[in-house]
């Protein structure tokens, strides 16, 4: 969906080193996730936020940390603390989490690599 | 929490003909069942859904068949075409909770 914008495509993170991954969504959307995609596996739930100023751990929310200061935004860091970090990067948001049967749609990931 | 199983985990067809992938589920509160195509390196893109109301949905080639007393959920592809090709992943949702997804099943058509 082109109202989630998610940036880099490509990034690289050394030995020790935090990055950031952007996600921004333009569609009015409550809810925000971040989800894990490692080859031959399902999607993996990482951090997700249903309001402003609030989020929740998912599955595999260790070594990463995000932040939800505005509507549009929901960042995530990956942090050195995280020890196998090469994978794609999906966000995707909807309408609400609060409400059931809410389809989300997602942006068009980043492929983390390490140097 | 729910645990969604998928199979296959590949599937090859002839062009033109049906595909089905299916996908069973643990907790019978799950009310809400999406699949989502995946072309490489791309975004998952929501193709159909279903709820737990409803038994079949079509759309056009796809279709969709939930069976609540089973537990499992089906997607249909008929007269299959190359650009049908890409992972296919099935999820299910249990009321305003998370989404959990299946393993992926990596369809190719053959021409």
């Known amino acids: 969906d082109g109202g989630i914008t998610q940036s880099p495509k490509y990034l690289f993170r050394k030995e020790g080193q935090n990055v950031t991954l952007s996600c921004e969504q333009n569609l009015n959307h409550d809810a925000m996730y971040w989800y894990r995609q490692d080859p031959g596996q399902g999607l993996r739930l990482i951090y997700y936020s249903q309001i402003v100023n609030d989020f929740q751990k998912g599955d595999i929310a260790e070594g990463y940390s995000v932040s939800r200061e505005k509507k549009e935004s929901f960042p995530l860091t990956v942090t050195s603390a995280q020890k196998n970090p090469t994978a794609f990067y999906l966000c995707?948001?909807?309408?609400?989490?609060?409400?059931?049967?809410?389809?989300?749609?997602f942006g068009d990931g980043t492929r983390l690599s390490i140097l | 929490g729910e645990n969604v199983e998928q199979h296959p985990s590949t599937l090859s067809v002839q062009e033109g003909d049906s595909a089905v992938i299916k996908c069973t589920y643990s907790d019978s509160a799950s009310n809400y069942f999406p699949w989502y195509k995946q072309e490489l390196g791309k975004r998952p893109q929501l193709i159909i859904d279903i709820r737990s109301n409803v038994g079949e949905k079509k759309d056009q080639r796809i279709a969709v068949t939930l069976n609540k007393t089973a537990k499992h959920f089906s997607l249909h592809i008929t007269e299959t075409q190359p650009e049908d090709s890409a992972v296919y992943f099935c999820a299910g949702q249990t009321g305003a909770n998370n989404l959990f997804f299946g393993t992926g099943t990596r369809l190719t058509v053959i021409p």
């Open positions: 995707a948001s909807s309408v609400t989490g609060s409400r059931i049967n809410q389809p989300q749609h």
